[in-house]
């Protein structure tokens, strides 16, 4: 199937749509991916980029902010290679940094199982999965060097999943069609990081690296045109630090909390993402979310984070919620079967409950919004703002697969699952069916870069979840621990060299203008939050900022409900610093305040994926637009009008950003539309 | 469901704590203990009063950040029919009208750094001293260089999915950091890559645990059966058995 | 630790055995005595040497024992200055709860014994002529018999968690299976020391040897 030509209609909306909202600025172009064939782009790369003698190596400095896969991977790397490191984070030790979460596993091409795979076919997969919104020569790099991460991440001792033979063992993953994942039991991100980290902490015992934990980057520090420091905040104390370097390299992870329920971490935050926007940095499709369709729905209002359960249930789990409304708060085994909808199969006869991520998660909103969801009623806001209890859950039902397998063969293939829903829903999964939820998992959009991982600031890099690069408009499974580890251990230390090359730059101190004005603001802005001594809790502006994006930004955006969002993303913003209360004081271990500054910047970023949403008139991967959907209800891309990286210019609080196009060339890959009927 | 709470507040490392009582209502059984203290905390910042500091962060049982004593046990071991990390715990363990103590892990390494928060950089130190293979990013062979048999594979895998919360030393009477060290050791011991390091490992890292003041193993075995992630107690006598194969090798220092 | 606990665990294995030879009579036993003062690894050391090298190994042991405790127990007490509120074990034994008050009592109680029965300043049922009788004279006493009682108990729970220890401490915990193993034997050694023990001075007591 082909791209579809867009109606008269589409036509019309499209010059009105956004002009309220954003400006349209100049193209913008990734200058640093060399020219000639794909296979060789990266070698050529790493031959023209500038190098820095080893041994003046240790006089610059590189500050790393984050230490999960993407920045404690930067951090050992550049320590080994002699750089003298700065590697900071807020949790109270770099290994516990969010990549540690992640359950399911890593992609590498090494085809050690005689498939057909390679990294073209990496690479044209994660392409495809990203809806055709990635850019190319930065995913066959990451294709490229996904082999290397598996190389290195053994002899780390990190203890892949392995087959008696003694060598490692590699299943399927996420719907594609090779083995290729390599896993460790269902934890593969949390022995990546902590081989990552072990790395880290032998490059501290080295003094190569210098490790700054529980401090959380507030301000980025931009002079002459160059990223030159950061001020943070020790979270023990609440000193306000300024800290110079060469070069800064932000590794911060996503920004899926905006939604205040995601599967990240409590802490998980965009300020420092956020704070580098402001200073000019280009955000890139901020309204590229991934929701997780396999999550413990949400039991009630003080519910804090969701739990996400690895999507493999599909495979023999199936998918229903009664057809009746009045029957949803029956006992699920007593609704008789002629009373169940099996929707997904229903809707997909093909695909049935393996749909993509994506539909099976809108699908589920749908048949809630419909009134016949189950479980628990949670309180939500309609788009009038009335109150309204709704049931957010459906069946995920293993009778069948047990009456297939036996309780002992589901037990061998989920058992580990099953226990986890057990001790937190305090429910048998194998009596009565799971209930499960979409919910906010990764966000594939985040600060623009280029071939080099460098954004449009000079000396500011941006690795893993935090920058854009790779994942288009979604992101396939098992592909971010690797994304995480390629930029990590061998991308950025390749191409920041060629920055670092120019450096030394200017000495600069605290009284250097822009370093005293970006320590004042932090003070100011501090002193701000600490002052409007108002009567509503930050949890309670979070939560109201989460409903608003869920049901506006989350799994189908329209134009009139973005709209909507951005109003009342303005009018809460604006009583959060009329009435938000913030107690303690700054100098103090004070987690209210951490939170509010978190909480602040959430709001400009949520109206930012707003606008984004609203201007991307199409639907493609995880951004569905109702608007723009095939008579079958299925998304729908405008290869012609949206073939493009939006990257966003910030100019200014409550001014329009403006939007620079990074036009996407496909040499290489033919353009597809999807089809899962 | 209504709980009564007696919570450990202490301004600050150098401040005397004590225990401050507190009712916290409308307790769902479904939410965590940590969402309980949310709970209590959203009360008391509207209430103007400074609310808990408890450290957490992904609250599915994986980071390590979060734990507290619970009546008495490490992540509330005490009270759960599971292993478990506090995060993970849920009111629905508890009865209605129960009441609740509080403290933070207590510990000399551990200082504590406000009412439940402690400082637990002793454990990072102890990795730094030795906790790791050392290869240089670029320098790895390939992966199936070498073959791992699957049972030291397995043991590999079970020590290493400690999540350093601190669990270990909390329970511990001699306030040991033993279970998290061995976990390690077993971890890098049990595989090839490890081999080399092996023995000078052991020695920095045990020394480097004395230095930082945690006590002595008497094999007591609190700390296994706190540990969220099951930590064999067995990994103690794998680091026993390297220590005192260190002392007669010329591999160490 | 480790090592010096087992020595004198062989040690209390060797003495009780010894005591077994009072059901032999008084012959085996003031011979057996004898003997052990006697050419034991004659010519090798010269005569009534081995006891005294004996004896310094115990005393070495005893010791090096109690330096281990104490350094142990002083880094517990340094590494836990500030005590729990509330506190609860899931896990600890009461053989492992009392192995240091437990030690300290068990040591006082020794230097009585070996006031009594090695020195013999401290004997309470008065003079003898041969160890068989001194041994007979002490048990016929009845709190006595209690004491050793209440003692060798303190004895045997030292070894239950001791035992189990020693050999986890030197590498030997190498499963749950190997750990339950270990607790088995240890709880086994540690009854046969009670009942090897406590079988000799009931009997005397009672009359069964005289």
Redesign the interface.
């Known amino acids: 199937m082909t791209t579809t030509t867009k109606t008269a209609r589409q036509k019309a909306e499209k010059t009105d749509a956004g002009a309220d909202y954003f400006v349209v600025g100049e193209e913008i172009a990734d200058a640093k991916a060399p020219a000639g064939p794909i296979e060789q782009k990266w070698a050529k790369r790493k031959f023209e980029a500038k190098l820095v003698n080893p041994a003046n190596r240790r006089k610059l400095t590189v500050i790393i902010v984050g230490t999960g896969l993407a920045g404690g991977?930067a951090a050992?790397?550049l320590g080994?290679a002699g750089y003298n490191v700065l590697n900071f984070c807020y949790?109270?030790?770099?290994?516990?940094?969010?990549s540690?979460?992640a359950q399911g596993g890593i992609n590498a091409a090494?085809n050690?199982r005689n498939d057909n795979d390679s990294t073209f076919r990496l690479f044209y997969d994660t392409v495809k999965g990203g809806d055709y919104r990635a850019r190319e020569t930065n995913v066959y790099r990451l294709a490229e060097v996904s082999a290397?991460i598996?190389?290195?991440?053994?002899?780390?001792?990190v203890?892949?999943?392995?087959?008696?033979?003694?060598?490692?063992d590699n299943r399927s993953f996420g719907g594609v069609q090779v083995q290729r994942t390599f896993y460790?039991?269902g934890?593969t991100g949390?022995?990546l990081l902590?081989g990552a980290?072990?790395?880290l902490?032998?490059q501290?015992?080295a003094g190569t690296v210098k490790?700054y934990?529980r401090h959380e980057m507030l301000e980025l520090i931009v002079v002459d045109g160059r990223a030159r420091g950061i001020v943070t905040r020790d979270m023990?104390t609440g000193a306000i630090e300024s800290h110079y370097a060469d070069a800064v390299v932000l590794a911060t992870g996503g920004y899926g909390n905006v939604f205040f329920l995601s599967?990240n971490?409590?802490?998980c935050n965009v300020t420092a993402t956020w704070r580098a926007h402001r200073k000019g940095a280009y955000f890139g499709n901020p309204c590229y979310t991934q929701i997780h369709p396999t999550c413990i729905p949400v039991?009630?209002e003080?519910?804090?984070?969701l739990?996400?359960m690895s999507e493999s249930l599909r495979n023999d789990g199936r998918i229903w919620v009664p057809k009746r409304a009045e029957d949803c708060d029956k006992d699920p085994r007593q609704i008789a079967e002629a009373d169940r909808d099996y929707y997904l199969e229903r809707i997909y006869p093909a695909f049935g409950n393996l749909v993509p991520r994506d539909i099976a998660s809108r699908q589920a909103k749908n048949m809630c919004d419909e009134g016949r969801g189950v479980g628990?009623a949670v309180k939500e806001f309609d788009h009038e703002g009335n109150e309204r209890m709704v049931r957010r859950g459906v069946y995920l039902d293993f009778a069948d697969a047990i009456g297939r397998l036996g309780k002992d063969g589901v037990a061998a293939r989920y058992g580990n699952l099953f226990?986890m829903y057990a001790?937190?829903?305090?429910e048998n999964p194998y009596e009565t069916p799971m209930r499960i939820y979409p919910a906010v998992h990764y966000t594939m959009g985040g600060l623009w870069v280029d071939y080099d991982l460098s954004s449009n600031i000079p000396g500011l890099y941006v690795t893993g979840e935090a920058n854009f690069s790779d994942h288009g408009a979604n992101r396939l499974g098992a592909s971010a621990l690797m994304q995480g580890l390629a930029d990590g251990?061998?991308v950025l230390?390749n191409t920041i060299n060629d920055y670092l090359a120019g450096a030394p730059f200017e000495k600069i101190d605290d009284t250097h203008p822009a370093a005293a004005e970006a320590l004042a603001s932090v003070k100011g802005r501090i002193e701000a939050l600490l002052s409007v001594n108002g009567?509503r809790?930050?949890?309670?502006f979070h939560k109201e900022l989460g409903h608003i994006m869920w049901e506006y930004c989350g799994m189908e955006r329209t134009e009139e409900g973005l709209k909507t969002a951005i109003a009342k993303i303005d009018e809460l913003r604006e009583e959060f610093w009329r009435d938000v209360?913030v107690?303690?004081v700054n100098e103090?271990?004070n987690?209210?305040l951490e939170r509010a500054g978190r909480v602040a910047d959430f709001f400009e970023l949520g109206r930012l994926m707003c606008v984004d949403a609203l201007h991307r008139r199409e639907s493609c991967g995880g951004h569905f637009r109702a608007e723009s959907q095939t008579e079958d209800g299925e998304a729908l891309r405008h290869d012609d009008e949206f073939l493009y990286v939006g990257a966003w210019e910030f100019t200014g609080t409550g001014e329009k950003p403006v939007l620079h196009k990074e036009p996407l060339e496909y040499n290489f890959i033919e353009l597809k539309q999807r089809s899962y009927k | 469901m209504n709980v009564t709470l007696r919570v450990w507040r202490q301004a600050n490392a150098s401040s005397e704590g004590r225990m401050v009582t507190y009712q916290v209502q409308d307790v769902s059984p479904d939410m965590s203990f940590l969402e309980m203290l949310d709970l209590l905390n959203e009360d008391l910042t509207v209430k103007g009063e400074e609310p808990v500091a408890f450290d957490h962060d992904c609250r599915e049982g994986i980071c390590g950040m979060c734990g507290v004593v619970i009546n008495g046990t490490a992540h509330g071991r005490g009270n759960s029919p599971v292993p478990t990390t506090t995060c993970q715990l849920h009111m629905r363990s508890f009865e209605d009208g129960a009441v609740i103590d509080v403290e933070p892990w207590r510990a000399g390494p551990f200082p504590v750094i406000k009412d439940l928060v402690v400082d637990r950089g002793a454990f990072d130190r102890i990795i730094q001293a030795g906790g790791y293979v050392s290869v240089n990013t670029g320098a790895a062979p390939d992966a199936h260089a070498n073959a791992v048999g699957k049972l030291k594979a397995d043991r590999a895998f079970d020590a290493a999915t400690c999540i350093g919360c601190g669990a270990c030393v909390a329970a511990c009477p001699n306030s040991s950091g033993m279970l998290f060290t061995a976990a390690k050791i077993t971890h890098l011991a049990m595989l090839p890559q490890g081999q080399p390091e092996r023995k000078l490992r052991i020695k920095n890292m045990i020394a480097q645990h004395d230095s930082e003041g945690f006590g002595g193993c008497t094999n007591i075995g609190e700390c296994a059966e706190v540990c969220p992630k099951q930590i064999p107690f067995d990994t103690i006598s794998q680091l026993n058995r390297d220590l005192i194969a260190s002392l007669f090798s010329r591999d160490g220092k | 630790m480790a090592v010096t606990g087992l020595i004198m665990i062989g040690f209390l294995l060797m003495h009780m055995y010894g005591n077994l030879k009072m059901f032999l009579g008084a012959e085996a036993f003031d011979h057996y005595a004898e003997w052990l003062k006697g050419d034991i690894l004659y010519p090798l050391v010269p005569k009534g040497w081995f006891i005294w090298i004996f004896r310094a190994v115990m005393v070495a042991s005893v010791v090096l024992h109690m330096y281990s405790a104490i350094t142990l127990w002083k880094r517990a007490m340094d590494a836990n200055p500030s005590a729990y509120q509330v506190k609860k074990q899931l896990a600890q034994t009461y053989s492992a709860r009392t192995m240091r008050w437990g030690g300290i009592i068990l040591a006082g109680l020794l230097i009585f014994h070996l006031a009594q029965f090695t020195v013999h300043s401290a004997l309470v049922a008065g003079a003898y002529t041969t160890p068989y009788e001194m041994v007979v004279g002490e048990f016929r006493i009845w709190w006595m018999v209690l004491l050793y009682a209440i003692w060798i108990a303190t004895v045997c729970m030292h070894v239950r968690h001791g035992f189990w220890s020693a050999f986890a401490t030197l590498g030997a915990n190498t499963s749950a299976k190997a750990r339950a193993v270990l607790n088995g034997c240890a709880w086994a050694v540690a009854l046969l020391l009670y009942i090897g023990f406590m079988i000799m001075p009931v009997a005397v007591f009672f009359g069964w040897i005289n």
């Open positions: 991977a050992a790397s080994e949790q109270d030790s770099p290994r516990r940094a969010h540690i979460a090494k050690y290397n598996i190389d290195q991440c053994v002899a780390q001792g203890p892949f999943a392995r087959e008696y033979g003694g060598l490692l460790a039991r934890q949390q022995q902590i980290y072990q790395a902490e032998r501290v015992a490790m934990a023990v599967t971490a409590m802490g039991h009630g003080t519910q804090s984070k739990t996400l628990p226990d001790q937190i829903t305090g251990y061998f230390p009567t809790t930050v949890d309670s209360k107690t303690g103090d271990f987690q209210t």
